[in-house]
Nanobody, 121 residues
Framework: QVQLVESGGGLVQAGGSLRLSCAASGLTLRAMGWFRQAPGLEREFVAAISWSGGNTNYADSVKGRFTISRDNAKNTVYLQMNSPKPEDTAVYYC????????????????WGQGTQVAVSS
């Protein structure tokens, strides 16, 4: 019964940076993940983090560029996007699930409404 609200999306130039935020309410001691969905494509995994923040998992496409973190005192999870590329353009969703090491959308039961990220070249 976690409620999630994403923010921070927008237009960014390739090579810039952007930080997405996901504010949570309700049960927050959950693993959290970021997913994205581009037009015409299926929703794909981006990153996940354990409830304590001690474990993280990243899609190969974003390793070294994106960083997931969380501040449980603020009930917020972040996605720091460094050196974004045009192919990173998508609607980004945060989600709550049972395990940080899972990467399928079906493994995460609570979802936000998404925030649009557009990367221009």
């Amino acid at each position: 019964q976690v409620q999630l609200v994403e923010s921070g999306g927008g237009l960014v130039q390739a090579g810039g940076s952007l930080r997405l935020s996901c504010a949570a309410s309700g049960l927050t001691l959950r693993a959290m993940g970021w997913f994205r969905q581009a037009p015409g494509l299926e929703r794909e995994f981006v990153a996940a983090i354990s409830w304590s923040g001690g474990n993280t998992n990243y899609a190969d496409s974003v390793k070294g560029r994106f960083t997931i973190s969380r501040d449980n005192a603020k009930n917020t999870v972040y996605l720091q996007m460094n050196s974004p590329k045009p192919e990173d353009t998508a609607v980004y969703y945060c989600a709550a699930g049972s395990n940080w090491y899972q990467s399928k959308p079906a493994d995460f039961g609570s979802w936000g409404q998404g925030t649009q990220v557009a990367v221009s070249s």
